[in-house]
C-alpha cells in the first residue's frame, strides 16, 4: 500500500481499491491524504435483518469506504439473483452516500447468438434506480466471455459495445442531461491497458488479476 500511494502522489490517475470488507478501514487509515479511494466488492440489498454473513451499505459506508461493486459477474454467478435485487442493492448504496460501479456483461452463448445488444440494454434497464445520477454511478462493462477465456475483446468490440451503452443510457429519463463514466473490464492487463484506454468512450479500466501484482497494476497506472 505505502508503494502505491507513493506511485500516486506523483501520478494523477484516479484509483479505486476494492479490499476484503475485514481490510477496509485499514486501506483506509493508510490512504488517508492521498487521492487513492477505497470500495467495498458488494453489499446486501437491506440496511438490517437477519441476514447472517451479510454486508449492508451501511457497513461499508461506516467502515470509511465510499464506493461499492453491484452485479460483478462473479457474484452475480454465485448467488443468482434477479434485477430487483440489483435494483435493491443500487438504491440502498445510494441512501448510504456511497457511489455505484455497475457491472455488465454478456457470456459467450449470448455473444455468440447475436443477442448481445440487446441483453446489455435489458441490463442497463434493469440497473437504473430511481436514486441514480452521473454522479453517483459508473458502469463497468465487463464481458464474460473475454475473462480468464483466452478469448479477447477487440478494441472494435470494446468502443462498439460502449457506444451502445451510452445510447442506451441517454434514452433513459436519468441520464438525458449526461451519461456516468464508462469503465472496461475484462482481462485488463500492462500488455492492453494502453490501447484499451486510449478508446474515445472508455474513461478507465476494472482491474481484476492483474491488481494483485505490483509491478503489473505500476505499468497498468502509467499506460493511462
Given at each position: 500500500?505505502?508503494?502505491?500511494?507513493?506511485?500516486?502522489?506523483?501520478?494523477?490517475?484516479?484509483?479505486?481499491?476494492?479490499p476484503?470488507?475485514?481490510?477496509?478501514?485499514?486501506?483506509?487509515?493508510?490512504?488517508?491524504?492521498?487521492?487513492?479511494n477505497i470500495g467495498g466488492q458488494d453489499c446486501h440489498h437491506e440496511d438490517s435483518g437477519a441476514f447472517t454473513g451479510s454486508i449492508s451499505a451501511s457497513m461499508i459506508r461506516d467502515s470509511g469506504a465510499n464506493f461499492v461493486i453491484i452485479g460483478h459477474s462473479e457474484v452475480r454467478a454465485m448467488h443468482g439473483?434477479?434485477?430487483d435485487n440489483i435494483i435493491n442493492k443500487i438504491q440502498s448504496a445510494h441512501e448510504n452516500n456511497l457511489i455505484t460501479i455497475i457491472c455488465v456483461g454478456e457470456d459467450i452463448k449470448v455473444r455468440s447468438e447475436g443477442e448481445h445488444y440487446n441483453f446489455i440494454s435489458k441490463q442497463l434497464k434493469d440497473s437504473v434506480s430511481t436514486t441514480s445520477n452521473r454522479?453517483?454511478?459508473?458502469?463497468?462493462?465487463?464481458?464474460?466471455w473475454a475473462i480468464g477465456t483466452g478469448n479477447t475483446a477487440t478494441i472494435e468490440d470494446i468502443y462498439e459495445m460502449h457506444a451502445h451503452i451510452n445510447n442506451t443510457l441517454q434514452d433513459t429519463d436519468i441520464f438525458k442531461k449526461g451519461?456516468?463514466?464508462?469503465?472496461?473490464?475484462g482481462s485488463v492487463n500492462p500488455e492492453n491497458a494502453g490501447e484499451i484506454l486510449s478508446i474515445d468512450n472508455v474513461s478507465g479500466v476494472l482491474v481484476g488479476g492483474s491488481s494483485l501484482d505490483y509491478s503489473k497494476f505500476n505499468e497498468i497506472i502509467k499506460s493511462k
Open positions: 500500500m505505502e508503494k502505491l500511494i507513493k506511485l500516486i502522489s506523483q501520478d494523477d490517475a484516479n484509483i479505486i481499491l476494492f476484503p470488507y475485514t481490510l477496509i478501514s485499514s486501506f483506509v487509515n493508510i490512504s488517508k491524504n492521498s487521492n487513492l439473483k434477479g434485477p454522479n453517483n454511478t459508473i458502469i463497468a462493462y465487463e464481458p464474460i451519461n456516468p463514466s464508462l469503465l472496461y473490464g
